[in-house]
C-alpha cells in the first residue's frame, strides 16, 4: 500500500516512481513482503490457468453446430411453481461478494490490530465460503439429478456439462480451499499469533497481520473468477 | 523451535559508508555510499540431522545440485532411448526386438524427458537454485520451505514418468506433443495407463515447479543485496529470471490441457474429441476440437523452448566475458533482448501450426511475430561475437563450449528462419529438417552450454577443477559428433524425409537416406558413449582434481566472493556483501588487475575510467 | 516455394558463414596473451543501431515474398479440381465430384459399412459423387487442384514431397490445400502427421496423366449411386430410391 | 517481516470507502442479473455484461486487493501479462468462428 518508507530512498507516485523503483536496489516491489509478492504472482499464474479453461470453453462452445442450452432455463429455480432464471447463481453471487467484503473489512481491522473485529470477520467470510461451496453442491446435484453429465447433456451440445463440471469444479476447490484456510485463520487471529509474531508451521518468517491481507488476495481472486465465470457461462 | 533458526545475524545497521575491505583508508564518505538495508536478515533454518541436511534440505545449494543430479539422470534415460531409437532407423535388421509400438514410445519418452524433465529442471532448477541466492547476494531463497517441497514435487514427478515404463501398454507413446484424439485412442501404443501416467507426471512437474519459480522470481526481485540494482545483475541471472517467468505464465496452459485430456480419457468427455470412428464403430464422443488442444500445448510449448534457450543465453554471456577477459558487448541491449524475447514468445505459437489445419489467416500474424523475435536474438549473437572481437580470449574448455554453442545456436536458429517464414515452413514441416532445428537450437546449444557451465561453476561446487585435457577431448568428441549427427538431416528434411517413421526403406525416393541413417547413428554412438569422459572427468576430478582456491577464473561476479570456498549454508558469513558495479569490469583501463570485482569499491578504483552501471 | 528456399537457404548460409569467420578470426587473433591490451568499450550504439537495422531489413526481406507465397497458397484459383481426400488409420480413400462439380456433404456419425464415406442421404449433390475405395488417386496435368482433408479417427497428413504442400486432415473439420501438377508421374504418398503405430506404413500413390488417361479412369469409377444400387435389401438402398422418385 | 510495525499506523483506509465498493459490487451484480431478466439481446446484451463484469473486476482488484494504492511497479508487471491473453482470446475467436464455419459448411449445408 501507499504509504511505505523506505531509509534512504525517495518514493515517487507513478510511473517515474516505477521507473525509479525498478532502477533501485534490493527491491523492486518497494514495500510489499515477500509473501505478498508470492501471492500476488501466484494469482497472476493462477489468472491465467482460468483464462485457459475460459478461453477453451468459449472456443468450444464457439465451434459446436449443436445448440448450447439456455442456461438461463437450465439454471433456473421454481419458487412456488414459477420458474425464476438464474435464481441460485444470483444468490451465490451476492453470498460470494458479501464474503468478500467481510475479507475486505478484516483485512483492514487486523492492521488496526483489532483482534477480535478481524477474528469475527474472518469467520464471517468463511461461513460465507461454506454457504457458497453447500449451494453449489446443490445445484451439481440438481443438474446431475436432471441427467447432466460431463459426458452427456440432454438439453444439447455435449460440451456443456463438460465444461460446466469442470470450471466450476475447479473454481469451487480453489473455494474450498480458501474456506479451509480462513477457518485455519479464525483460529489463528483469535490465538492471538499475529499479535505474539509467531512464526507458522513451515515457514522461518515471522507471522504477522500481513499473512490476514494475503490470505484476502487469494480470496477476493477467487471472488474475481467468480465474476468473469458468471458472465460468461450463466449470462451468455 | 527458535533454537533451530540462527539469530546471530542482527540486522545490518544503516551506515552511511562501508566498504567490504576497508583497506584503502582513503575516507570514502560519498563516493561509497549506498543506502542502508530495506529488508531485515531471513532467518534459516539449519538442519541437524542427516535427513535435515541432506535429504529434506532447505539450503538452495543442496537442493540444487539434488535437482541437477535428478535431471541428469533423466538426461541419461533420454539419452539411451535415442540410442535406441537411432539403432532402428540406421539399422533395422540389427534390433528386431525394437518394433514400431517400442520406438513410438522411445521418441516420446525422448523428446518429453529431454525438454521438460531434463532442460527444464537442470537449468531452472538445478542453476537456478544453486546460482540466484549466490549471484544476487541473498543468504537463501526466500521460501527454502516452499522450495525444499519443490525439488521433491519435482522427484515425484519423475517417479511417476518412470513407472509408466513399467506399466501394462508401456509409456506413452503419442510423440512428445500428446496431439489427441490418437494419445488417447488404442491405435497408439500406452494409450490407457502410459498417457494418464505422463498426463499425472506433468501436472505435478508444473504444481512443483510453480513453487520453485516463485522462489526464483521473488528472490530475484526482492531479495537482492545491497547496490544490487536490476542492471548490475549478471545476465545468468536475467537469463534465469526471464524463464522463470515465462514458465509461471506458460505452464498453466501445459496443466490445463492435461486436465482436459485426462478428462476426455477418464471421463470420455469431449473437449478435443469430435465424433470418432474406430475399427467400424462410432465412439460416444462428439464435436470436440482437436485444433484447440494444439493451441493450448503450444501456448506452453513456445514459451518452453525459450526457458530453456534462455538460461542458455544468459550463461553464456558470463561465461564469454569472463573467459576473454572482456566486458559483455552491449549489457543494456542483452537484457532488453532478452526480456523483449521472452514477451514476444506468448505471441508466436501457432508457428508449430502452420499445417495443423487452423484458420489459415492465422499464417501472415504468425509468420511476422516469429521473424520478429529473429531481431533480438540477432543482437544477441552479435553481442557474443563482438565481445570476442579486441579481447584476450582464454583457450580453456569452456570457452571451446561457449563458442560450440554460437555455432551450433546460429545454425538451429536460421534454420528457424526457414521454418518461422510460413511459405518455406509447409514443404518442411514434420521432415528431419524440423528434427534437425530443433536439435541444433535445443538438443546441442543449451548442451554446449551446460557442460560449459559445469566446466565453469564445478570448482565454486567442489572445490576442486577438472581436468582441462579430458574436457577438451571431451569438447571435441561431442561438438564434432553431435555436428555430425544433426548437419546430414537438414539433407534428409530438404528431400523429404518425414519425422516419427518408424522405418523408411520401402519408399523409393528415399534410399540416398540409409547410408546416412547409419553413419548418423555412429555418430550418435560415439557422442553418447563420449559422455563417459565428462562423467569420468567429474569422478575422479571430485578426489584427485586441482584445488581450485578462491576464485580461479578470476570472474567478478558475487558467487566467487563468498567467505567459504564452497559456500556454507547461508552464503555470506557474518555480513552481507555490498555491491558496487555491474560484473563484468575485465581489463579496464587504469586498473591494477584485469578484473574487479563486484564488492571493489569505487574510492578503490579511483584511477580507472570503469562504466557507470 | 523453392524460389522463397532458396533466397532463405542462401541469406541464411551466407550470415551463419561471415558468423562463424568473424568467430575464427577472433580466435586466432585474440587468444590469450598476458598483458594485451583490451578494449574496454561496453556499448557503441551506432554499431548496435546499424546491427538492428540491418537485420531487419534481411527479416523483412526474407518475410514479404514468404506472405506473398503463403497468400497464393491459401486461396485456391477458381477452376480448381475437388478432391477430398479421406484418411483413416492407417489408409486412404478418396471422394471427387460428380458432374455437378459440388460434393455432397457427409459426416463420421454417418458411416456404416454400406455406407463407408458417412454420406448423407439427403443432400442430393452428394449423389453422384465419385467414390473410390482405394489408395490411388489419378490427376490430370497443368489444372489446380483443391485437396479437401477429412479425417475420421486422428490427425493425419496428406504429404506428396515433390507437390511441395502439406496440411494435416483433422477428424471434426475439413482443412484444405491445392496444388498444380505439371509432371507426368507416380508420386508416393506420405502421412507426415503421426497417427498411431501405423503412421510410417500409411503410403498411397498419386498418379499424374494427361487429359485422355485421366477421363478414361474417372470413367472406371463408382458414384454413390452405383455403390448403393449395387448393395441388395438394404435400409439404403431403399431410402435413396424412394428419394430418387420424389 | 518487520515492516509490517511500519505500516501498521499508516496504511489503513476510511472504512467508508469499503461499504462504498461493497455496495457497488451489489448493485452491479443486481445489473448484469437483470441483463439477463430481461432478456436483452444482441449487442446491448454483450455490452452491458461486458460492462458490468469489467466494472465489478476492476473494482474488486483495486480496492478490495488493494491495487489502487499498490505501486505501478506491481501493478504493471500484473497487468501486462494479460496482453498476451487478450491475443489468445482474440485468436481463439477467430479460431472457433472458423471451426463452425467449416463444420456447416462440409457436415451440413454444403456449399
Ligand atoms: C531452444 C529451443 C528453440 C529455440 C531457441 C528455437 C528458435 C526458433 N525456432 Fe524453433 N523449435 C524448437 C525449439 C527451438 N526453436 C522445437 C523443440 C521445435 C519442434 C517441436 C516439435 O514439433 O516437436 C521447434 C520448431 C519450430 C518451428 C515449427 C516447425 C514445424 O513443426 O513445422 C518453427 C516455425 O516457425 C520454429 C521457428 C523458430 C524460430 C524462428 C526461432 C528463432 O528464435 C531463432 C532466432 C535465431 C536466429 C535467427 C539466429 C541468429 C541470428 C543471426 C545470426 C542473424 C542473421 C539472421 C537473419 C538476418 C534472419 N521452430
Ligand atoms: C533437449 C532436447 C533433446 C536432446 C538433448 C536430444 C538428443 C538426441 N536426440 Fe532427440 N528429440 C528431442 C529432443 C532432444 N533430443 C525432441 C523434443 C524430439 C521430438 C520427439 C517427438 O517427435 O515427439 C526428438 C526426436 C529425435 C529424433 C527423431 C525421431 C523421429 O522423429 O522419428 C531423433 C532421431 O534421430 C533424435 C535423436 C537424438 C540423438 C541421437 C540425441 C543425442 O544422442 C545427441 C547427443 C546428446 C548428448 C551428447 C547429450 C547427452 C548428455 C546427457 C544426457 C547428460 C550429461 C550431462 C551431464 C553429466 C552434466 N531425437
Ligand atoms: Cu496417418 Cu500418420
Ligand atoms: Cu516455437
Known sequence: MSDVKIEGFELKPGFKGMAEDTGSDQTMFKGVQWGKVMMWIFLLSDTFVFSCFLISYMKGRASTVVDWPNTSEVFSLHVGSVPVPLLLIAIMTFVLITSSGTMALAVKYGYEKNRKMCGWLILATAIGGLTFVGMQVFEWSKLIHEGVRPWENPFGAKQFGSYFFMITGFHGFHVSIGVIFLFIYAYKTFAGHFDKEKRGWFTTMKGGYVEIEILGLYWHFVDLVWVFIFAFFYLW | MSDEYNQQNTPLEAQSSETMSGSSGTPSKDIDYVRPAEIPEQDLYHGHSFITKWVFCQDAKIIGVQYFLTAVFTGVVGLILSWLMRLQLGYPELVPFITAEHYYQFVTMHGMIMVVYFLTALFLGGFGNYLIPLMVGARDMVFPYVNMISFWMFFIAVCVLMASFFVPGGPTGAGWTLYPPQAILPGTPGANMGIILMLISLSLFVIGFTMGGLNYIITILQARTRGMTLMRMPLTIWGIFTATALAMLAFPALLVSCIMMTLDKLLETSFFMPSILQAGEVLSYEGGSPVLFQHLFWFFGHPEVYIVALPAFGIVSDLISVHARKNIFGYRMMVWAIVGIGGLSFFVWAHHMYVSGMNPWFGFFFATTTLIIAVPTALKVYNWIITLFKANIRMNTVMLFCLGFIVTFVNGGITGIFLGNVAVDIPLSDTYFVIAHFHMVMGIAPLMVIMGAVYHWFPLVTGRMLSEKLGKWHFWFTFLGAYSIYFPMHYLGFIGVPRRYFEMYDSPYVTSAVGMNEFITLAALIVGFSQLIFIYNIVTSLKIGKPAGKNPWKANSLEWLTPDVPPTHGNWGEKLPVIYRWPYDFNVPGAKEDYITQTTPPSEVINAEVEKT | MDDTINLTFWIGGGVFILVCLFMVYCILKFSYKEGRKVEYKPEDHKLEKILTIATTVGVIALLAPGLIVYNNYINTPKNALQVEVNAWQWGWQYRLPGEDGILGTAQVAKITDDNPFGMNLDDPNGKDDILIQDDVLHLKTDRPVKILLRSLDVLHNYYVPQFRAKMDAIPGIISYYWFEPNKIGEYEVLCAEYCGVGHYAMRAKVIVENEDNYENWIKEQETFSDLIAKQENNKLKTTLVAQNND | ?111
Request: glycine share 6%.
Open chain 4, 1 to 111: 517481516m518487520e515492516e509490517t510495525k511500519k505500516k501498521e499506523e499508516t496504511s489503513t483506509h476510511k472504512i467508508g470507502i469499503y461499504l462504498w465498493i461493497w455496495g457497488l459490487l451489489f448493485v452491479l451484480s443486481f445489473f448484469s442479473y437483470m441483463v439477463d431478466w430481461y432478456a436483452f439481446q444482441g449487442l446491448l446484451r454483450w455490452s452491458l455484461i461486458l460492462i458490468f463484469m469489467f466494472l465489478k473486476a476492476g473494482l474488486i482488484m483495486a480496492f478490495f486487493m488493494h491495487l489502487f494504492w499498490e505501486r505501478y511497479a506491481l501493478v504493471n508487471v500484473l497487468l501486462w501479462p494479460m496482453t498476451a491473453i487478450a491475443c489468445f482470446i482474440v485468436l481463439m475467436v477467430a479460431e472457433g468462428q472458423y471451426t463452425v464455419f467449416t463444420r456447416l459448411l462440409y457436415f451440413f449445408t454444403g456449399g
